[in-house]
């Protein structure tokens, strides 16, 4: 998908109880999901800043019922912080700003849904690791982050896209999209659909032991890419789990599986020099670091002796959902040039492979963890 046209924000952003005369609104950060804007808002004591989203209702089907989880998740962390004594609970969790009428979410005349979080103010998102020190403090701000959700009340939470982690129905979607053919793209992609198809039995590893419970469901982020959590400016700590979207049952492996994938790499998810990318071990021991003590107190020993194997797999999913899109036309991810979700493939194919390499050395890590 094109980046979607430009809405006014402007207009959209005085529906909420902002305080203060908006300055501006402009695009904002580098999602591939839903339209992110600034606003730059002068109140009486000095500027300040909100980030306001459109929901992509393409992707999330039921975004009232999305926001509502987003309501419960943020409501749950926010007063954990709070009875835990932090003193910048504020900066720790996404806090939406309600509408004048006192709504979470404001409906355009459009149809669209519309949210506005208080800006985390000093902290960054990264598109590439640049240090152990980065994949450290994401992988803790992860755990971490499970853990806060793991009393969550309220029951469970709305699957805001079913099978979101299901590979093998992933899978089945790129057998579908291959055998379509609808967009004649295949033949410009043999080598990385070989790839997938070489693959194929090990894509039920995660969801077989989720149904046979040997693998316990929890909630997880699942969308735990690196630039879904910001890190202080200052201390490069992580500060706050954003994207809450995709918070829902799921597996911890989910989770670490996609801090693999983009927290070891010194390449972009869309590099085209395949030769700059691949797993740099020591990314991943601070991974494995970070995470495990985050979650030291839940962990099950399947789960820690997977976590490896979960680098690969949530990796591989990755690309299969790319390469679908490749075959399908571009129709979910927005995409800045024509080959961009087929140069996505190929990055997390060369990744693929430098994890199949490195996966021993990886199991004997946690084994020694
Ligand atoms: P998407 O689902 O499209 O990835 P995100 O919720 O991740 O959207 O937001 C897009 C970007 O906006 C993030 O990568 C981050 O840089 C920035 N962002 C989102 N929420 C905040 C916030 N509360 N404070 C500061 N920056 C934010
Ligand atoms: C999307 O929303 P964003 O950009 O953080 C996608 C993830 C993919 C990721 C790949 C809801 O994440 O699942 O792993 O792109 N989010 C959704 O970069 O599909
Ligand atoms: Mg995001």
Same mark, same amino acid.
């Given at each position: 998908?094109?980046?979607?046209?430009?809405?006014?924000?402007?207009?959209?952003?005085?529906?909420?109880?902002?305080?203060?005369?908006?300055?501006?609104?402009?695009?904002?950060?580098?999602?591939?999901?839903?339209?992110?804007?600034?606003?730059?808002?002068?109140?009486?004591?000095?500027?300040?800043?909100?980030?306001?989203?459109?929901?992509?209702?393409?992707?999330?089907?039921?975004?009232?019922?999305?926001?509502?989880?987003?309501?419960?998740?943020?409501?749950?962390?926010?007063?954990?912080?709070?009875?835990?004594?932090?003193?910048?609970?504020?900066?720790?969790?996404?806090?939406?700003?309600?509408?004048?009428?006192?709504?979470?979410?404001?409906?355009?005349?459009?149809?669209?849904?519309?949210?506005?979080?208080?800006?985390?103010?000093?902290?960054?998102?990264?598109?590439?690791?640049?240090?152990?020190?980065?994949?450290?403090?994401?992988?803790?701000? +992860?755990?971490? #982050? %499970?853990?806060? $959700? =793991?009393?969550?009340?309220? &029951? *469970?939470?709305?699957?805001?896209? @079913?099978?979101?982690?299901?590979?093998?129905?992933? +899978?089945?979607? #790129? %057998?579908?999209? $291959? =055998?379509?053919?609808?967009? &004649? *793209?295949?033949?410009?992609?043999? @080598?990385?659909?070989?790839?997938?198809?070489?693959?194929?039995?090990?894509?039920?590893?995660?969801?077989?032991?989720?149904?046979? &419970?040997?693998?316990?469901?929890?909630?997880?982020?699942?969308?735990?890419?690196?630039?879904?959590?910001?890190?202080?400016?200052?201390?490069?700590?992580?500060?706050?789990?954003?994207?809450?979207?995709?918070?829902?049952?799921?597996?911890?492996?989910?989770?670490?599986?996609?801090?693999?994938?983009?927290?070891?790499?010194?390449?972009?998810?869309?590099?085209?020099?395949?030769?700059?990318?691949?797993?740099?071990?020591?990314?991943?021991?601070?991974?494995?670091?970070?995470?495990?003590?985050?979650?030291?107190?839940?962990?099950?020993?399947?789960?820690?002796?997977?976590?490896?194997?979960?680098?690969?797999?949530?990796?591989?999913?990755?690309?299969?959902?790319?390469?679908?899109?490749?075959?399908?036309?571009?129709?979910?991810?927005?995409?800045?040039?024509?080959?961009?979700?087929?140069?996505?493939?190929?990055?997390?194919?060369?990744?693929?492979?430098?994890?199949?390499?490195?996966?021993?050395?990886?199991?004997?890590?946690?084994?020694?963890?």
């Amino acid at each position: 998908m094109i980046a979607a046209a430009g809405h006014d924000a402007v207009a959209i952003a005085r529906e909420f109880a902002l305080s203060g005369e908006i300055l501006s609104a402009s695009p904002y950060g580098s999602g591939h999901i839903n339209d992110t804007y600034k606003v730059d808002v002068k109140p009486a004591g000095g500027p300040r800043r909100y980030v306001l989203q459109r929901i992509n209702h393409n992707v999330f089907r039921r975004p009232d019922e999305l926001m509502a989880n987003v309501e419960r998740v943020c409501a749950h962390a926010y007063a954990k912080l709070k009875q835990a004594g932090v003193p910048d609970a504020e900066r720790r969790t996404l806090r939406l700003l309600p509408t004048l009428t006192g709504k979470a979410w404001h409906i355009d005349a459009a149809g669209n849904r519309w949210r506005c979080y208080h800006f985390i103010e000093g902290a960054t998102g990264h598109d590439v690791v640049r240090s152990p020190e980065q994949a450290y403090a994401a992988a803790k701000s +992860f755990g971490a #982050f %499970q853990s806060l $959700l =793991a009393d969550l009340p309220g &029951g *469970r939470l709305l699957e805001t896209i @079913p099978d979101f982690h299901h590979t093998p129905a992933r +899978f089945a979607r #790129f %057998q579908q999209a $291959l =055998a379509q053919d609808a967009h &004649g *793209r295949a033949a410009a992609s043999v @080598p990385e659909i070989a790839f997938a198809l070489a693959r194929a039995h090990e894509v039920n590893v995660v969801v077989d032991a989720l149904r046979d &419970g040997t693998l316990p469901e929890r909630v997880t982020h699942n969308d735990t890419k690196l630039n879904n959590v910001l890190l202080d400016d200052v201390t490069q700590d992580g500060v706050c789990v954003i994207d809450l979207d995709t918070v829902m049952p799921g597996s911890a492996l989910y989770d670490f599986g996609d801090l693999v994938r983009t927290s070891t790499s010194p390449a972009a998810e869309d590099e085209t020099d395949l030769s700059k990318v691949q797993m740099q071990f020591p990314m991943f021991a601070a991974l494995v670091k970070g995470y495990l003590e985050s979650t030291r107190g839940f962990l099950t020993p399947k789960e820690r002796a997977l976590l490896p194997f979960a680098g690969k797999l949530i990796t591989f999913e990755i690309g299969l959902r790319f390469l679908t899109d490749w075959l399908e036309g571009d129709i979910y991810f927005k995409t800045k040039c024509p080959t961009h979700n087929l140069d996505r493939t190929r990055t997390q194919f060369k990744l693929v492979e430098s994890i199949e390499d490195q996966l021993p050395a990886m199991q004997a890590l946690i084994a020694r963890a």
